[in-house]
């Protein structure tokens, strides 16, 4: 097992780990390899330039907290609104990847047609909320909807799910939204990546509690803490919280505590990162860390893991090499409208 | 030696921390790392205690600004993307702006609004907020187009003893250049000629500022001289100036950015048809952005916004009325 540094956080042990465990686990890594493969990929159709117009952001470092997230919910039935780093999180949820390649390409065939790029995408309809940028705003939204479940009476034992960073918890909107969520005894898992910084800024001038977790008493609900570079222990978490979720347990606060082991775009080189802090026991690869898990444990052998990894990225290249085919958006056939309703649209103004 | 509209306004608040021990800087990421554009560089090495780094707490930020300016400080508070001050604007709108009508005490502060479009950026970090903060009585918005502007202007906002909403543009921050920062020459509150001309008049602001001139250029290849007042501020609107161009072209196109429902054109058709009725040699027109949010693909960005050849096409049906 890997030492886990904090006190009161859940930790992964060998009893833990029964057959469905393990199957959770692997799959869950298949999420991950495949989110860092294509974050990868778009890193470097970012860096060369043209492709895509607009920035990057990568989820590197995170993939086992948010895929232990997104592997734990079924789409069809929960609401999830994941956030910046949380693309290992979509895979699990079940986005394929091509809605990924599609948004940050801008095609028209992709779930937000041009429209909006990059991490700003979902199909709310099916559970996936298009998060905007304004940081803590998804969380009532996704309360909304378990709330409207309830007053239909359709809530049964589904639940939301949605993410958030260390800085992104400083806002009025996430402040309110867990209150009311807390308030109206929502299903929902709150779950909060703190990598440490908000682009430039250390949690120093972020919030001044012990752990982030502390709040989730003055909220009222649960809280736990978990190592984010540790995917068994992440599953633990996520699988406990997810359960107190649909047993009626109200909101579940998680917090894991990792680095970002990227920029907060490609743009950034986050210079701003001590030396120090990257070498500490947050900045592991939860990816390797999770393969050096299930080789130890058997789970996974050296002829796998290429497979797997040749599968992926082949996966990737395809997918990559399909949406570069496909049409820009073209501004003539474009429907201007921002309303559904047609008939209450108004001209352009143009002159 | 050439300076961008960025430098200028990182140098006009150096300038202000230097002049005043009252002034000081909060937002996001703006100490150590410099903001997110480099407008603050180096200024917190500069002043230390002086520049700092703000929590995700955009209410807060500038709550906490109006605080300190009763207290006699003068703050300058920077939105990562003007987008962002949108959760800021019940304190912008309602305890920053009323408070000197309520109390008779000024509130002398600035807020940094990186605003308008780049390519590529979305919904979420493109808006053009001067006309929504300009509805509410008890703000100054000033949009600069120049880099002269975007450096007296901000340090004469600093200096204001009213709220200022300080529109400088994304698109500007690197491309526009100037050889050096010229003496001051108008106050907030005066428009600008951008460009002397006598057969119509395009009214603008910011970033639009250039690309009127553009089109100014291609309609000089049909003969036409067209002027382009330059608002600089679009409150206060400086109404003679926009109705003394009328008066001597006849032909108004009033231009903006932002989305066309209200907003800065609508307040300068409104003025010069009040005001200028019987100036006026053709209806006047006006040109905006389209009527949604701000489109990511840079084809739909392109075609979203006005640009040199649409205010050119503007014109031409605008010169044959
Ligand atoms: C309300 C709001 N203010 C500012 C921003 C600009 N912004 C985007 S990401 C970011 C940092 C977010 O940090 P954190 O929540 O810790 O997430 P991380 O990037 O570390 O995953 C900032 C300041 C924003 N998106 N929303
Ligand atoms: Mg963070």
Redesign the interface.
């Known amino acids: 097992m890997y030492p886990v540094a904090l006190a009161s956080s859940i930790n992964c042990v060998e009893t833990d780990l029964t057959a469905d465990f393990r199957d959770q686990f692997l799959l869950t890594y298949q999420h991950m390899l495949l989110s860092r493969v294509l974050e990868e990929k778009l890193g470097s159709l970012y860096r060369a330039g043209g492709r895509i117009v607009g920035g990057v952001y990568l989820g590197k470092g995170q993939e086992a907290f948010s895929a232990a997230l997104g592997v734990q919910l079924q789409k069809g039935k929960d609401i999830y609104g994941p956030l910046i780093r949380d693309q290992a999180g979509r895979i699990a949820f079940g986005e394929p990847i091509i809605d990924t390649v599609r948004t940050y390409l801008g095609a028209v065939t992709g779930p937000m047609r041009g429209r909006d790029g990059n991490i700003h995408r979902g199909r709310p309809k099916e559970g996936h909320m298009a998060m905007i940028s304004h940081l803590g705003s998804l969380l009532s939204v996704v309360a909304g909807g378990l709330f409207a479940r309830r007053l239909a009476g359709t809530l049964a034992d589904s639940i939301g799910a949605t993410s958030i960073g260390d800085g992104g918890t400083s806002t009025g909107s996430f402040h309110e939204g867990l209150n009311m969520a807390a308030v109206e005894k929502l299903p929902i898992i709150v779950s909060i990546a703190n990598n440490q910084y908000a682009y430039s800024t250390p949690n120093t001038r972020q919030y001044a509690c012990e752990n982030l977790v502390d709040r989730a008493a003055g909220y009222g609900i649960e809280g736990i803490t978990v190592d984010a570079t540790d995917l068994a222990s992440c599953l633990k978490a996520f699988r406990t919280a997810v359960a107190n979720a649909r047993a009626g347990g109200g909101p579940q606060m998680i917090v894991g505590t990792l680095l970002r082991l990227a920029g907060h775009g490609e743009h950034d080189d986050a210079s701003y990162i001590p030396d120090k802090a990257r070498q500490g026991p947050s900045a592991r690869d939860c990816l390797q860390v999770a393969e050096d898990f299930a080789r130890d444990r058997g789970w996974l052998s050296s002829a796998g893991l290429r497979e797997l990894n040749e599968e992926v990225r082949r996966n990737v290249d395809q997918t990559v090499s399909k949406v570069s085919k496909e049409p820009a958006p073209d501004p003539f056939k474009e429907n201007w409208q921002a309303l559904s309703c047609a008939e209450l649209v108004e001209g352009q103004h143009e002159a | 030696m050439s300076i961008t509209y960025l430098e200028a306004i990182r140098e006009a608040q150096y300038e202000a921390l230097r002049n005043d021990p009252s002034v000081f800087l909060y937002g ?2 703006i100490a ?2 410099g903001g ?1 554009f480099k407008a603050t560089k180096n200024l917190s090495k500069e002043f230390p205690n002086r520049v ?9 930020m500038v709550g906490m600004a109006v605080g300190a300016a009763i207290e006699g400080a003068r703050p300058i508070i920077e939105m990562q ?1 003007a ?2 001050s ?2 800021g604007f019940n304190q912008i709108v309602n305890q920053a702006a009323t408070l000197y009508w309520r109390t008779n005490v000024p509130c002398p502060i600035t807020i940094r609004l990186p605003s308008g479009g780049t ?7 493109s808006q053009s907020m001067e006309a929504i903060y300009a509805h509410y009585p008890g703000l100054v918005i000033v949009t600069p187009a120049t880099v002269e502007d975007a450096y007296w202007m901000l340090l004469d906002s600093v200096t204001l003893d009213d709220p200022v909403i300080f529109c400088e543009h994304k698109f500007l921050y690197y491309h526009l250049k100037a050889d050096q920062i010229g003496d001051r020459e108008l106050p907030i509150g005066k428009a600008r000629i951008a460009r002397p001309g006598r057969h119509a008049t395009i009214v603008t602001y910011s970033a639009m500022v250039h690309e009127a001139l553009r089109a100014a250029e291609e309609l000089q290849l049909d003969g036409y001289q067209i002027e382009v007042v330059d608002l600089r501020s679009v409150k206060p609107m400086d109404t003679d100036t926009i109705l003394a161009s009328v008066a001597r072209t006849g032909r108004l ?1 009033a231009l903006g950015e932002a989305f ?2 209200g907003g800065v054109t609508a307040e300068i058709i409104a003025r010069v048809t009040t005001d200028g009725f019987h100036l006026l040699d053709a209806p006047p ?4 952005s ?4 701000i ?6 960005w ?3 916004r006005p640009t040199t050849s ?1 205010i050119a096409a ?1 014109l031409r ?2 010169l044959r009325n």
Do not use: C, V
């Not at chain 2, 390519?119 to 970090?125: D, K, L, N, R, Y």
């Not at chain 2, 027109?285 to 905006?288: E, I, Y």
């Not at chain 2, 389209?290 to 949010?293: A, S």
């Open positions: 996001q990421d150590t790392f997110a700092f780094d703000a929590p995700i707490s955009e209410d807060a993307f987008d962002f949108s959760i390519a590529g950026s979305g919904p979420f970090h196109l066309p429902w027109m006006r040109l905006n389209k009527d949604t949010p489109p990511y693909h840079p084809n739909l392109k075609a979203h649409t503007a049906r605008l």
